[in-house]
């Protein structure tokens, strides 16, 4: 999973405590939209695995359960040949399609109207997050080197230019749905069917 990977990569390049750890994922890889709690079940993964180790503050290694002693993470060297096979390696082919793909794909005409309120939704997240990227990257533009800041800028065009092209699909899909001429008169249908009384089954012969 590259964001498991990517945590493996902060520890190898600053070990730290796990708060600290934390700490920079959410700065480093605040486009990823980790959940708080990501990088601690990433750390214990890792280290489930091998890739990471707890030492002490002298570097001696900590045992599973040890207490009264602030555990400092640390890639070993199976961690640091995985991170670099990972970052090496060809990337995967990025996914296409998501729920509201299929949701599209499999409407009728009398679900344009539903369909045309739920793209309208995602075209306000969208929007949303482009508006805290583009505060996110103000706030520190100066924050680190000037090769964390590059990283930052290239990692933030690219999101950018996905939410950018995702509002531009969602759209159009829209305004395709809002020329449908019998919109207003499917949702009619829909209403009138699901209100109908069920029909009386015949009566049964004698």
């Known amino acids: ?3 498991k990977h990517a945590v493996l990569g902060l520890v190898i390049e600053q070990p730290s405590y796990a708060y600290r750890i934390a700490s920079g994922v959410r700065r480093q890889l605040r486009f990823a939209d980790l959940a708080d709690s990501y990088p601690y079940w ?5 280290e489930t695995e091998g890739l990471v180790r707890r030492v002490d503050e002298d570097g001696r290694p900590l045992r599973n359960g040890t207490q009264g002693r602030r555990a400092i993470y640390e890639a070993t060297a199976l961690g640091v040949a995985s991170f670099e096979e990972w970052l090496l390696s060809t990337t995967a082919e990025p996914p296409l399609r998501d729920d509201l793909h299929f949701r599209i794909a499999l ?3 009398r679900d344009a109207p539903r369909m045309i309120e739920l793209i309208q939704g995602q075209e306000l997240v969208c929007l949303g ?5 583009t505060r996110a990257s103000e706030a520190d533009a100066l924050d680190g080197s000037e090769w964390d800041r590059m990283v930052r800028v290239i990692s933030r065009d690219a999101e950018l230019a996905f939410w950018h092209a995702r509002i531009e699909w969602l759209q159009g899909v829209r305004e395709m749905l809002e020329a449908l001429p019998a919109a207003p008169a499917y949702r009619a249908a829909a209403i009138e069917h699901d209100t109908a009384p069920a029909p009386r089954q015949a009566a049964s012969q004698r």
Do not use: F, I
């Open 1 to 3: 999973m590259s964001a």
């Open 42 to 46: 990433a750390l214990e993964k890792l």
């Open 107 to 109: 409407c009728r005409p």
């Open 129 to 133: 997050r482009v508006q805290d990227l």
